[in-house]
């Protein structure tokens, strides 16, 4: 990936891209906001970037190569280190999903902050997939967002704690899953394209 890359190059390879970021980040923040009682993320709280696969489209990767391209040297050297830790760790694994600490993850704050991914800006929500049972995020089960309305015993959310809680809306699920936010309309809206869509270590390996 060339960093080095003139004005015009980037506004070519990602004006729209940014325009399409824009776009969805606005719609996500008035998500989170309207959850607000239930949100308890925090800069330092890295839970959702660590022991996961993060699914990356070809644009967003090329983009988040960019971001990487313009850390200090210090920072980058940390996150080559990860990624070849990951990679090293990736080849022994014999399992069936290899889950890995997301390589741009540096003391627990993302380095590469404006150019992370759909699925960054977007987890901690409550989701809707179609055809399945709206999806809580998993920290909810340990003690984060939407944990102060979950039911130990049941692990359902509850409309009882609500209630005592005072609060006026109940969780909702947003049509917020990765498919439904990189789905093809919004290329032919913004006019870019996402590109071939596979988990981030597999971009990375190549
Ligand atoms: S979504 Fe959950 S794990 Fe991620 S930062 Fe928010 S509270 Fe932490
Ligand atoms: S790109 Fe940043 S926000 Fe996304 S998983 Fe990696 S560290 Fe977390």
Same mark, same amino acid.
């Given at each position: 990936?060339?960093?080095?890359?003139?004005?015009?190059?980037?506004?070519?390879?990602?004006?729209?891209?940014?325009?399409?970021?824009?776009?969805?980040?606005?719609?996500?923040?008035?998500?989170?906001?309207?959850?607000?009682?239930?949100?308890?993320?925090?800069?330092? =709280? %890295?839970?959702?970037?660590?022991?996961?696969?993060?699914?990356?489209?070809?644009?967003?990767?090329?983009?988040?190569?960019?971001?990487?391209?313009?850390?200090?040297d210090d920072?980058k050297k940390i996150?080559e280190d990860?990624?070849?830790?990951?990679? #090293?760790?990736?080849?022994?694994?014999?399992?069936?999903?290899? &889950?890995?600490?997301?390589?741009?993850?540096?003391?627990?704050?993302?380095?590469?902050?404006? &150019?992370?991914?759909?699925?960054?800006?977007?987890?901690?929500?409550?989701?809707?997939?179609?055809?399945?049972?709206?999806?809580?995020?998993? =920290?909810?089960?340990?003690?984060?967002? &939407?944990?102060?309305?979950?039911? @130990?015993?049941?692990?359902?959310?509850?409309?009882?704690?609500?209630?005592?809680?005072?609060? @006026?809306?109940?969780?909702?699920?947003?049509?917020?899953? &990765?498919?439904?936010?990189? %789905? %093809?309309?919004? @290329?032919?809206?913004?006019?870019?394209?996402?590109?071939?869509?596979?988990?981030?270590?597999?971009?990375?390996? #190549?």
């Open positions: 990936m060339d960093n080095e890359m003139d004005d015009e190059s980037y506004r070519l390879m990602f004006g729209n891209y940014e325009k399409y970021l824009d776009f969805i980040t606005k719609k996500l923040d008035s998500f989170f906001e309207k959850q607000k009682p239930y949100i308890f993320c925090k800069k330092g =709280c %890295a839970k959702c970037c660590k022991n996961a696969e993060f699914p990356f489209s070809l644009i967003e990767i090329q983009y988040a190569l960019y971001g990487y391209g313009q850390l200090p920072i996150t990860n990624l070849t830790k990951i990679l #090293e760790e990736k080849k022994k694994f014999k399992g069936e999903k290899f &889950y890995y600490n997301c390589p741009f993850l540096v003391n627990d704050v993302c380095s590469i902050y404006k &150019y992370r991914g759909i699925i960054c800006r977007s987890f901690g929500l409550i989701y809707s997939v179609k055809d399945k049972n709206p999806q809580v995020p998993f =920290c909810c089960f340990e003690g984060q967002n &939407y944990s102060n309305v979950l039911d @130990e015993k049941t692990k359902q959310l509850s409309s009882k704690k609500v209630k005592e809680l005072g609060l @006026e809306t109940e969780p909702i699920a947003f049509n917020a899953s &990765y498919n439904a936010l990189t %789905a %093809a309309s919004f @290329e032919e809206t913004f006019n870019f394209s996402f590109g071939d869509k596979k988990p981030m270590i597999e971009w990375l390996e #190549e």
